[in-house]
């Protein structure tokens, strides 16, 4: 725990153009009540200017808020991390202005892959691939009208049948549409979010074995040797030469501190 200690307070960079912002759900016994509870373990990781996956920290808390978000962000800030460019986020409520009071610069984009799940979620097995089609054309439309017109035909041809589907991407649209003020380089990175995912598939492979964890040092431990592995097994975003360089250009004051 010394070392993961060591690891929780260590000084960050002091500008990350893309953190992700990702929370999972993990079994522990509480202290208090003695039951198993199903608790929200807080990861951030961002990419440095020179593309590398680093993960900046891990926090254990009883339920997924905004509140604890903004706790997280401080933290990070007392640690030396001074600019966000993109923070890469899912739709929990809240969440964009907790970032932004600690960072009021940070463009804060909504999780495209989140998104798309939770909307295929709502839809039959056998309609999923039509309808997983039909959004492609709103996430991969050249500007913010185009992507806003594919929204309007979507729900023209799924609405009746879906009906929850376009409204939910309309309630996330501000944090939608940063995404397509950014280059292909840029955005392929945001969208495909593969850095968050393979770190989380790391910790719940890991996680899942256990069943349920005795207490919160325990769970915080096995999640820190997880991160560990996942991070000896390469750190380097692909393709990163042509996204830094878009970086340089759009944040030229931010990005080269």
Known sequence: MEEVSDWQNRALEPVYPIVFLDALRVKIRD????????????????????????VQGLWIAANEGAKFW?????????????????AVVDGLKGFPDAINAAY??????????HL??????FCGWKDRKEVAKSLR??????NDEAAAKALDDFEAEWGKKYPSIAPSWRRAWQEVIPFFAFPPAVRKIIYTTNAIESLNRVIRK??????SFPTDEAATKLIYLAIRNFEKAGRCVREWVA??????????????K
């Not at 009021?104 to 892959?113: L, M, N, R, S």
């Not at 798309?116 to 979620?121: A, G, T």
């Open 31 to 54: 202290a208090e009540s003695r039951q198993v509870k199903n608790k929200a373990v807080y990861v951030a990781l961002g990419v440095t200017p020179d593309g590398e996956r680093e």
């Open 70 to 86: 903004l706790s997280i962000m401080n933290n990070l800030k007392n640690r030396g991390l001074e600019d966000i460019l993109i």
């Open 104 to 113: 009021p610069d940070t463009t804060v984009q909504t999780c495209i892959v």
């Open 116 to 121: 798309v799940r939770h909307s295929l979620n």
């Open 137 to 142: 054309r709103i996430y991969q439309a050249v």
């Open 206 to 211: 890991t996680t899942k074995t256990r069943g």
């Open 243 to 256: 996204a830094r360089n878009q970086f340089a250009i759009l944040y030229p004051e931010r990005f080269n």
